[in-house]
């Protein structure tokens, strides 16, 4: 083998003892080693190739192949230009604490500034947040170690490795993959290791909110000590006696001027309702640390800490009662305003997404208005049943996320998969739906709710009579495109939803491949039907 493919197998190999078991590949010729390297593992079970021809799509399948395995995964692309179009990925993955590795393959560090073609300076370009290791041409130690630190670490990392010619060996060789675990370890706990935890005192009237990613931790919070628990769709941890199915209207009424403590984990942004209320300087609030070593804290007022608190004995009941049946009765209300007002067909979609997805399936949202139609109708799951939603809500971008959802589905494989995306979401990953014809192919079902337009905008003050002049052409975006189309175009199956009881009966299907639900909805009178819902 040459020094560049050596090289190649021995970064795949360590990516392998780390845990790492799929990686995605966008194509090139600077990146050959990578890629012949990459073959041949997979050929050899080492573990699965994913080959993409849009690398902005490669990021995205790699982040959520990380989601759904919660394993480190690699990305690789050739020099150039093909490195930036992984950025909103990788910064995605940032935000999130994501394991992503880049292995992006370069011309000898002699060649940069010279004109050389395809070369540019890509060492650190997704900044100074994302460790970068430049691995010199032949650099077996340099390489193998910088593996192994990246996957351990909570978040992406780059490895930015030159190859010289020849970038084929010779001859053929295949490298040796016997050596290597059946199985790698998986990547470490999250949880804050070793942490002392902080105990409460009782007395305060607490809430615990639950953003993204906040993970079981905050549900036994709340339960233990008999809180109140506000948790989004895809905090993991919308389960159980004590989360509430419509926390955000809740807190616009006097129980949410009562709140006197709060405890935030995970990265709750869904609402401003929530975000107003973790930003009060009057209230005692504690914000728990993520993986990345972050607290959410927009309004700069909270304690920081490194691990979840600990209550010594439960509240007495009359806080969480007084939540619970308040719950309860808004909740209903909702449920009668959505099932008569013709406007409110958007959320009965989202209802009737949450109601099928079953215990241990997947369910990718889309960010805008689905993610928070689903806050307001998906009531809370019970514990212990293993459902996983997830969202890209690091940054909130609608970009990628039909890769995200597909990527996430081949790497949870015994889970029943949906993804509940828009229109401008669907179309903005439209490359997403292009595999190959030997790629691998989850089983998923991608419910689109197309109202040819951003409906969200409509909600906001953007949305208000005085820019009635420009809103459809600078916020509303109709497009006109035929989902139909786009999806036979890339050989997607298809189905136009006409009503609700075909959406309900195509989602018990449970057909093989991907599959593409298209429910046309209106986005009229969005904005009327939103304050109807807040005067509940």
Same mark, same amino acid.
């Given at each position: 083998?040459?020094?560049?493919?050596?090289?190649?197998?021995?970064?795949?190999?360590?990516?392998?003892?780390? $845990? %790492?078991?799929?990686?995605v590949?966008?194509?090139g010729?600077?990146? #050959?080693?990578l890629?012949?390297? =990459?073959?041949?593992?997979?050929?050899?079970?080492?573990?699965?190739?994913h080959?993409?021809?849009?690398?902005?799509?490669?990021?995205?399948?790699?982040?959520?192949?990380?989601?759904?395995? /919660?394993?480190?995964?690699?990305?690789?692309?050739?020099?150039?230009?093909?490195?930036?179009?992984?950025?909103?990925?990788?910064?995605?993955?940032?935000?999130?604490?994501?394991?992503?590795?880049?292995?992006?393959?370069?011309?000898?560090?002699?060649?940069?500034?010279? %004109?050389?073609?395809?070369?540019?300076?890509?060492?650190?370009?997704?900044?100074?947040?994302?460790?970068?290791?430049?691995?010199?041409? @032949?650099?077996?130690v340099?390489?193998?170690?910088?593996?192994?630190?990246a996957?351990?670490?909570? @978040?992406?990392?780059q490895?930015?490795?030159?190859?010289?010619?020849?970038?084929?060996?010779d001859?053929?060789?295949?490298?040796r993959?016997? *050596?290597?675990?059946?199985?790698?370890?998986?990547r470490?706990?999250?949880?804050s290791?070793?942490?002392?935890?902080?105990?409460?005192?009782?007395?305060?009237?607490?809430?615990?909110?639950a953003?993204?990613?906040? $993970?079981?931790? #905050?549900?036994?919070l709340a339960?233990?000590?008999?809180?109140? &628990?506000?948790?989004?769709? !895809?905090?993991?941890?919308?389960?159980?006696?004590?989360?509430?199915?419509?926390?955000?209207?809740?807190?616009?009424?006097?129980l949410?001027?009562?709140?006197?403590?709060?405890?935030?984990?995970?990265?709750?942004?869904?609402?401003?309702?929530?975000t107003?209320?973790?930003?009060?300087?009057?209230?005692?609030v504690?914000?728990?640390? %993520?993986?990345?070593a972050?607290?959410?804290?927009?309004?700069?007022?909270?304690? /920081?800490?490194?691990?979840?608190?600990t209550?010594?004995?439960?509240?007495?009941?009359?806080w969480?009662?007084?939540?619970?049946?308040a719950?309860?009765?808004?909740?209903?209300?909702?449920?009668?305003?959505v099932?008569?007002?013709?406007?409110? &067909?958007p959320?009965?979609? #989202?209802?009737?997404?949450?109601?099928a997805?079953?215990?241990?399936?997947?369910?990718?949202?889309?960010?805008?208005?689905?993610?928070?139609?689903?806050?307001?109708?998906?009531?809370?799951?019970?514990?212990g049943?293993?459902?996983?939603?997830?969202?890209?809500?690091?940054?909130?971008?609608?970009? %990628?996320t039909?890769?995200?959802?597909?990527?996430?589905?081949?790497g949870? +494989?015994?889970?029943?998969?949906?993804?509940?995306?828009?229109?401008?979401?669907?179309?903005?990953?439209?490359?997403?739906?292009i595999?190959?014809?030997?790629?691998? +192919?989850?089983?998923?079902?991608?419910?689109?709710?197309?109202?040819?337009?951003?409906?969200?905008?409509?909600?906001?003050?953007?949305?208000?009579?005085?820019?009635?002049?420009?809103?459809?052409?600078?916020?509303? !975006?109709p497009?006109?495109?035929?989902?139909?189309? &786009?999806?036979?175009?890339? *050989?997607?199956?298809?189905?136009?939803?006409?009503?609700?009881?075909q959406?309900?009966?195509s989602?018990?299907?449970?057909?093989?491949?991907?599959?593409?639900?298209e429910?046309?909805?209106?986005?009229?009178?969005?904005?009327?039907?939103?304050?109807?819902i =807040?005067? =509940?």
């Amino acid at each position: 083998m040459s020094d560049g493919t050596s090289v190649a197998a021995a970064v795949i190999a360590a990516v392998r003892r780390g $845990g %790492g078991s799929d990686a995605v590949l966008a194509p090139g010729s600077r990146s #050959a080693p990578l890629a012949l390297a =990459l073959h041949s593992a997979d050929a050899a079970g080492v573990l699965r190739l994913h080959v993409r021809i849009d690398e902005r799509t490669a990021g995205f399948l790699a982040l959520g192949l990380a989601k759904g395995s /919660h394993r480190p995964v690699v990305v690789v692309t050739t020099s150039g230009s093909a490195v930036a179009h992984l950025h909103p990925a990788v910064l995605e993955a940032l935000h999130v604490s994501e394991p992503l590795i880049v292995l992006s393959a370069d011309r000898p560090a002699a060649l940069r500034g010279t %004109g050389a073609n395809q070369t540019t300076e890509q060492v650190g370009i997704f900044g100074s947040r994302v460790p970068c290791v430049d691995v010199a041409a @032949g650099d077996f130690v340099a390489a193998v170690s910088a593996v192994e630190a990246a996957v351990r670490r909570h @978040g992406p990392t780059q490895l930015n490795l030159q190859f010289a010619d020849p970038l084929v060996p010779d001859e053929l060789s295949r490298p040796r993959w016997d *050596s290597l675990p059946a199985e790698g370890p998986n990547r470490p706990d999250a949880a804050s290791a070793g942490e002392e935890s902080q105990c409460l005192p009782s007395g305060p009237r607490s809430v615990v909110v639950a953003g993204d990613g906040a $993970g079981p931790p #905050a549900r036994l919070l709340a339960e233990r000590a008999n809180w109140p &628990l506000l948790a989004e769709p !895809t905090s993991g941890a919308r389960t159980g006696s004590h989360a509430l199915r419509s926390a955000r209207l809740l807190l616009g009424t006097q129980l949410g001027q009562q709140v006197e403590r709060v405890i935030v984990t995970g990265h709750p942004t869904l609402s401003r309702p929530v975000t107003r209320l973790i930003s009060r300087a009057d209230l005692d609030v504690v914000s728990v640390r %993520g993986p990345g070593a972050v607290c959410t804290d927009p309004g700069r007022v909270a304690r /920081h800490v490194n691990a979840m608190p600990t209550v010594a004995a439960a509240d007495a009941d009359d806080w969480f009662d007084e939540w619970r049946a308040a719950d309860e009765r808004l909740s209903k209300a909702v449920d009668d305003l959505v099932g008569a007002d013709p406007a409110g &067909l958007p959320l009965r979609v #989202a209802g009737e997404v949450a109601a099928a997805l079953g215990p241990e399936g997947l369910l990718v949202v889309g960010s805008s208005s689905p993610v928070r139609d689903l806050d307001l109708m998906a009531a809370p799951y019970p514990a212990g049943q293993r459902r996983l939603i997830i969202g890209n809500r690091g940054l909130a971008g609608i970009d %990628g996320t039909v890769s995200t959802a597909i990527g996430a589905a081949l790497g949870r +494989r015994s889970s029943r998969s949906l993804a509940y995306v828009g229109d401008l979401t669907f179309l903005h990953d439209a490359n997403g739906l292009i595999l190959g014809p030997d790629e691998p +192919r989850p089983d998923l079902t991608i419910v689109v709710a197309n109202d040819d337009g951003g409906a969200i905008f409509s909600t906001l003050e953007q949305g208000g009579p005085a820019f009635a002049e420009s809103f459809e052409r600078v916020f509303g !975006t109709p497009h006109g495109v035929s989902i139909r189309a &786009l999806c036979e175009a890339s *050989s997607t199956a298809y189905e136009r939803i006409d009503d609700l009881a075909q959406l309900r009966a195509s989602l018990t299907d449970d057909p093989a491949g991907i599959r593409v639900l298209e429910v046309p909805i209106s986005r009229a009178d969005r904005q009327a039907f939103n304050d109807r819902i =807040l005067a =509940l």
